[in-house]
């Protein structure tokens, strides 16, 4: 608990400066590293190691790519071509690499790169569309996570989804929850009232749906490992796993994030 509460605070201390200049290119600089490890520890997840590892080189140094290429261009045309790419590219590998890499595993290299490098990219494209709400994505995730976990740790005896998460439950799914409104409501009164007046019925209703697809998006990535037999996707942060294990919820987040702004402009 200790060693996972530390690396949290030093995790969270390098990344509220990226934050905080979030309109200079560290921003997508440094989640383009990010993205490109992301992709290098769901293929390794996928098995694609040794010799193998080198069919995902090239959606590895793609990944680092896109977020950088997300902040310069002006629309997301870019985001489909470079998918495009990716699946002409895993159609070749299918082609000339038959009886060596199979299309199941394939497949999995392609979901796997949509899972993270274009969550990693389009997190900077909801940033640069709502510069002063972006940061309720990481928010809602770390209040949901946050509360989660001392909620189930302090009062949680029924499981939420055993066979996914032994550790989670129905208590810490519920404290998560209601650290997510908190933490929107302070976030709504802080920088949205001082402009106008502050909706809090509707700051509310995004919590409740934020911190449910954060959880959901923790356990998404939770059943990737049970299928794969892995515990953690990485070891990069030390309690915490990988890249993926610490940014699971906020990549699902993302996705509905830049969904809803969509919808709404």
């Not at 977020?67 to 299918?94: E, K, T």
Request: aromatic share 14%; hydrophobic share 55%.
């Amino acid at each position: 608990m200790g060693k996972r509460i530390l690396t949290g605070v030093v995790a969270l201390f390098l990344l509220v400066p990226v934050l905080y200049f979030s309109e200079t290119m560290a921003f997508p600089v440094i989640f383009g590293v990010l993205a490109a490890i992301a992709v290098y520890e769901f293929a390794n997840c996928a098995g694609f190691k040794g010799a193998r590892a080198l069919v995902a080189l090239p959606l590895i140094l793609t990944a680092a790519a896109m977020p950088p290429l997300a902040r310069s261009s002006n629309n997301q045309q870019w985001l489909v071509l470079i998918c495009l790419g990716v699946f002409i590219y895993l159609i070749f590998v299918a082609v000339f690499g038959y009886g060596k890499i199979n299309v199941t595993d394939i497949s999995a290299l392609f979901f796997g790169f949509v899972y993270t490098a274009v969550a990693f990219s389009l997190l900077v494209v909801v940033r640069d569309s709502a510069p002063e709400r972006y940061l309720l994505v990481f928010i809602a995730a770390w209040s949901t996570d946050t509360f989660a976990y001392f909620g189930g740790y302090l009062f949680g005896n029924r499981k939420l989804c055993p066979n996914l998460s032994p550790k989670k439950t129905v208590a810490g799914a519920i404290a998560g929850v209601v650290g997510a409104v908190a933490s929107f409501m302070v976030f709504g009164l802080i920088v949205v009232g001082q402009g106008g007046s502050f909706d809090f019925a509707k700051y509310c209703a995004y919590a409740v749906i934020a911190s449910v697809a954060s959880q959901t998006g923790d356990l998404a990535a939770s059943a990737i490992k049970r299928h794969y037999g892995v515990k953690d996707y990485g070891n990069l942060f030390p309690g915490h796993g990988g890249v993926l294990d610490r940014f699971d919820s906020i990549l699902f987040l993302t996705v509905g994030a830049y969904i809803l702004l969509t919808v709404l402009h």
